[in-house]
């Protein structure tokens, strides 16, 4: 479905619950459960959701904030940075999307000075591989029709000495398979493919009642230390802020300082 199509549909679709306040808990591994690192997905405002990946109390964790444009079901913009201790958190990087050039431009601070990249992507609704597809578990929940296939576009952020650190990977496709039970909850399955994955896709998970991803396994990775990649559904919660900052609060009480 192009985008103008998309925004058309939605705006004829009954409106979906937005759901502010809850909190989706997801491992992303390798297939095999190697390399296991839990990603929150926060829904902090309709339009905004915050994402900590942690890999162990005390341990560096990534917080990365999005801005959702609901109406064409993408993201505007991603603030990159990491999590502090006392729930704080700072930016280093800014990721944005530049409508009328059909470009995704990032800068981000380092050691070593900024670095700045930008490339095309042509094929829109798009979603950031290494955002551990974040992104697509709040907007599908917006998709007027659940059951259908659909397409969206596969920018990647990888950081690797000697290279660029944004690349395009091409459009994905995914096709509605059948309806079926998967992890205890009733699921949309669908097969992901098409030029971005080649044929190193895989099923993708919905659940049918709300929409957000339930599980993925695909056979290519989205960060430089995996084989591929399998991202499953551990918890929904309804905690709204409070329980969130529990959560990030928790990673780093009583940690040494420094």
């Not at 405002?45 to 079901?73: H, P, Y």
Request: hydrophobic share 40%.
């Amino acid at each position: 479905m192009s985008l103008i199509l998309f925004a058309v549909a939605l705006a004829a679709a009954p409106a979906a619950p937005d759901h502010v306040g809850r909190l989706y808990s997801y491992v992303r591994s390798n297939s095999d459960g190697t390399e296991a690192e839990r990603i929150h997905v926060y829904r902090a405002a309709r339009e905004r959701i915050e994402v900590a990946k942690m890999r162990g109390r005390c341990r560096n964790a990534a917080f990365v904030t999005g801005e959702l444009d609901l109406t064409t079901g993408q993201a505007r913009r991603l603030h990159a940075g990491r999590l502090r201790p006392n729930a704080g958190h700072e930016n280093f990087g800014l990721l944005s999307f530049d409508p009328g050039r059909q470009r995704i431009d990032i800068a981000v601070t380092t050691p070593e000075g900024e670095i700045r990249d930008s490339v095309a992507v042509p094929d829109q609704p798009w979603h950031l591989y290494d955002y551990d597809l974040a992104s697509l578990t709040i907007t599908a929940q917006y998709r007027p029709d659940r059951r259908a296939n659909f397409s969206f576009g596969v920018p990647l952020v990888l950081v690797r000495p000697g290279n660029d650190i944004l690349s395009y990977l091409g459009r994905a496709d995914a096709r509605f398979v059948r309806s079926e039970r998967h992890n205890g909850r009733r699921a949309h399955r669908f097969e992901v493919g098409g030029p971005a994955f080649g044929a190193r896709g895989g099923p993708l998970w919905f659940d049918a009642a709300d929409g957000h991803i339930i599980e993925a396994r695909f056979g290519l990775p989205n960060h430089v230390e995996y084989r591929d990649f399998r991202l499953r559904l551990t918890r929904v919660s309804d905690g709204g802020p409070a329980a969130w900052r529990r959560l990030l609060t928790a990673h780093y009480a009583g940690c040494p300082a420094g």
